[in-house]
């Protein structure tokens, strides 16, 4: 669905995404980094099949993806990164949802910091995509920073422009009992669920 100042951002971000995303202080940046790695490893470990990555970004997620891997992503700039990164993979340029696929296309969808930005009609159709496409489904997305489930408008600044971007985070609860699935991985700034 066309978010067109969303678009805008991701666009305008991708330069300096992996380099501004979640950095706080030295402490932050490494359990960022840390969290990151053990939940690739939980990535690299499931079966091998057919995956596609929603929201693949930079490609920071794809990389521990194993089998045939179709990124996906709305900006071109960000496929680039991820392209560079990971360069066996097959992007495609596509807003979504719906998912430019015909059912069953997929082993398994993996999706990191995507489902978190998507508004209620939003999530509804991934949810109802995703199923259709894959037989799996893997969300990981941002814990909240207390106990409580939160969703608001964010305003992110690059290179002198502001956006408001719609932000939800999670609670391990919050995203488990949301998708219904089994929660795969509980850190203090990620969370992954497995449906």
Not at 91 to 106: E, W
Request: aromatic share 10%; hydrophobic share 40%; net charge neutral.
């Amino acid at each position: 669905m066309r978010d067109p100042v969303r678009e805008q951002y991701y666009r305008h971000r991708a330069p300096v995404y992996d380099v501004t995303s979640y950095r706080g202080d030295a402490v932050v940046n490494a359990g960022l980094d840390q969290e990151t790695a053990d939940i690739g490893k939980l990535l690299a470990v499931l079966p091998e099949g057919r995956v596609l990555d929603v929201g693949c970004g930079t490609g920071v997620w794809t990389q521990f993806l194993r089998g045939p891997v179709i990124a996906l992503d709305q900006s071109a700039e960000m496929l680039t990164l991820t392209r560079a990164r990971v360069p066996h993979v097959l992007p495609v340029q596509a807003l979504f949802p719906p998912l430019p696929f015909v059912d069953g296309a997929f082993d398994r969808i993996v999706t990191a910091n995507f489902y978190g930005l998507l508004r209620p009609d939003e999530r509804a159709a991934f949810l109802a995509e995703a199923p259709r496409t894959a037989k799996e489904l893997v969300v990981i997305d941002l814990r909240s920073d207390g106990d409580q489930h939160e969703e608001k408008i964010e305003l992110r600044t690059v290179a002198g422009a502001t956006y408001p971007i719609f932000r939800r985070r999670f609670t391990p609860e919050s995203l488990r009992a949301e998708l219904g699935g089994a929660l795969m991985y509980c850190g203090r700034y990620f969370l992954a669920v497995r449906v």
